[in-house]
Each structure stands twice: as structure tokens, then as C-alpha cells.
């Protein structure tokens, strides 16, 4: 009877071979051929022989029965393997650890957050017109007035809520702009004449202002306009304080530059001006100049007050009275 043997040892998906090995070799020399073979320290290796474990380390292969082609399988996590799980594991510890502190701290600043009271007094929704150019920018130019720090701090002043802000078709020829049902919806003109750009914010702003007097007053009478002129007068000086913005020579207002960039994209032009749409006219044309002219127009119409002249036009351009 040959006292050799012939055997392997499955590991993962590799096969170590075990060739001419003597029946008298114990499973710890097994054991050390195969940390050579795969790198995995004895100490570290599960061999398994019919389901059981090899724990003795001085048994002999002929004690194991084996028989020529017998296949052992070993068991076992590299010591990098090992090292990746406990960091792991010390990260989830620590994480366990710094929970309780983490969901006091999320509690404490839950707590100091107060809901804004002025939230209600806003538009609750915006809507353009998807079918002409650009409506992307109607929508910036709608949420931008939606956003303005003058026109959101007389809402919360007064108490306003708005409905719905909506773009007006400009094939509305003789309309500005309107006001439904005392607040339930506005509608402003945005564009010009020829959809090829945007009117000046100023001037849109002024109607917005407009359309949210006939909130208390329907009538364009004397306590309209005395409302409005007041509205125009406190939107400069809130947006002025809210934004930061510089002064022009005793202190009047105009628009920081980051909303003069907006308006000095190349594509989209802006007119600047007021407009009386049902006499198909407008008291400035549209230009396509200098970045520096147009911000020189920027400053003049930020400005100006609400003159009898605007008061007129968008009186007549007002959608809101019968």
C-alpha cells in the first residue's frame, strides 16, 4: 500500500493541489502550504473535511481517511479583508455612539426654527404662457417679482395673499394688466409688442403694485391712487433697505447689480419705458445698446416716482374695473 496521497483543497473559487504528500503529514502542515499558497494566516483558516472543521493540528492525514482525488474545503477572510470589516465596525460604533447627541441636536434646531408668519402672504402660484419664446425667463421675471424684498414686505405689511401671478397674453392689445376678485388672481403684461423680448422689471413692477391696490380699492378714484402712490414709494424704500443697494446722489434708489445682469443678457431684449397699450404706442422704443447705457437707463428708471402720466396709463391699461 502506497504511503502517498494525492489531494486538493477548494478555496473561493481557486483550486490548491496537493500531490505525492505523505499519509503521515499532520493537518498543521496542511495548514502552512496553504498560507503560502493563498496568504491567509493559520490562525485565520477554517479546513473543512465531510462537514467538520479540523481543529486538531497534530491529526495525520491517514487518520483522515482520505482517499486519492479527496477534495477539503477552506474557510477563511484575508487580513485585509479583516481590516476593511473593522474599520467598518468602528465606524458604526461611532456612529451608534454619536446618534443620541446627533438627534438632540437635529430636536434643538427643530425647536428654534420658527414658522415664518409672513409665509402665507405671497403669490401661491405662477403660470406663463409655454407657447411663446422664452418662457423660462417670463417665469424668472414672475418669481422675481414674486420674490422682491419691497413687494413681499408690503404683503406681509397689508396682509395680502394672492392666489395665482399669471402672464397676460399681449394680444390682450388694450390691457396691462388686471386683478380678479380683489386678490384671487393677477395677470401682468411681460412682453412687448413683437414677443421678441421682455418689458423693463421697473415698469412691470409698477403695475404689479397697480393691480395689488385694487385689493382694497376697485374704483381708480382718489383713494386708489393715493394707495398706489403710497405702495410705490414704500416698495423703493423696503427694496433699497432688504437689498443692500447704493445710493445715487441724495440718496436715490437703484438696482444692484445682480439683477442687472440678468437684465443685460445678449438674447433677450428688455424695453425699458411705459406702455399704453390701447393706443399702440410707448413712451420709450426698444434699443439694443451698450451694457453700460442700459444700466445707466437701469438707475434713471429705478429712480423715477410714479409720475400723473404712468398713473394715467395704467389706469387706462387696467383690466381690473368695469
Given at each position: 500500500m ?39 494566516p493559520?490562525?485565520?483558516q ?11 493540528l ?15 474545503m ?41 414658522p415664518?408668519p ?38 406681509a ?23 380678479r ?74 438696482t ?53 402720466k ?8 387696467c383690466?381690473?374695473?368695469?
Open positions: 502506497s504511503n502517498e496521497i494525492n489531494f486538493k483543497v477548494g478555496f473561493k473559487s481557486n483550486i490548491i493541489a496537493f500531490e505525492h504528500w505523505s499519509l503521515d503529514a499532520t493537518v498543521e502542515q496542511v495548514k502552512e502550504h496553504l498560507e503560502k499558497e493563498t496568504g491567509l493559520v490562525d485565520s477554517k479546513l473543512l473535511w465531510k462537514g467538520r472543521i479540523l481543529k486538531d497534530n491529526v495525520c492525514l491517514r487518520d483522515l481517511a482520505l482517499q486519492d482525488g479527496s477534495k477539503l477552506l474557510m477563511g477572510s484575508l487580513p485585509v479583508q479583516i481590516e476593511k470589516v473593522n474599520v467598518l465596525d468602528k465606524k458604526i460604533d461611532e456612529q451608534r455612539r454619536l446618534a443620541p447627541s446627533i438627534r438632540l441636536k437635529k430636536k434643538q434646531l427643530q425647536q428654534k426654527r420658527k415664518d409672513n409665509a402665507n402672504y405671497t403669490f401661491h402660484k405662477i403660470s406663463v404662457i409655454e407657447e411663446f419664446p422664452n418662457p423660462e425667463k417670463a417665469k424668472n421675471l414672475l418669481e422675481r417679482l414674486r420674490d422682491d424684498r419691497g413687494i413681499r414686505a408690503i404683503m405689511d397689508r396682509k395680502w395673499s394672492v392666489g395665482e401671478l399669471i402672464e397676460l397674453t399681449p394680444f390682450e392689445a388694450s390691457i396691462l394688466g388686471y386683478n376678485n380683489a386678490g384671487q388672481l393677477i395677470a401682468l403684461r411681460l412682453r412687448t409688442d413683437d414677443l421678441s423680448g421682455f418689458r423693463h422689471y421697473d415698469s412691470v413692477r409698477k403695475v404689479l403694485l397697480h393691480e395689488l391696490t385694487h385689493n382694497v380699492w376697485s374704483d381708480h378714484d382718489d383713494n386708489f391712487h393715493a394707495l398706489n402712490r403710497q405702495l410705490n414709494k414704500d416698495v423703493v424704500n423696503l427694496d433699497w433697505t432688504a437689498h443692500g443697494a447704493k445710493t445715487l446722489g441724495q440718496g436715490e434708489f437703484y444692484p447689480e445682480e439683477y442687472e445682469e440678468d437684465e443685460m443678457e445678449n438674447d433677450v431684449l428688455y424695453e425699458a419705458g411705459t406702455y399704453r397699450l390701447g393706443a399702440g404706442s410707448k413712451s420709450n422704443t426698444a434699443v439694443l445698446d451698450t451694457p453700460e447705457l442700459r444700466r445707466q437707463r437701469l438707475a434713471q428708471a429705478a429712480q423715477s416716482r410714479l409720475t400723473k404712468e398713473e394715467q396709463e395704467m389706469d387706462e391699461g383690466g381690473s374695473h368695469s
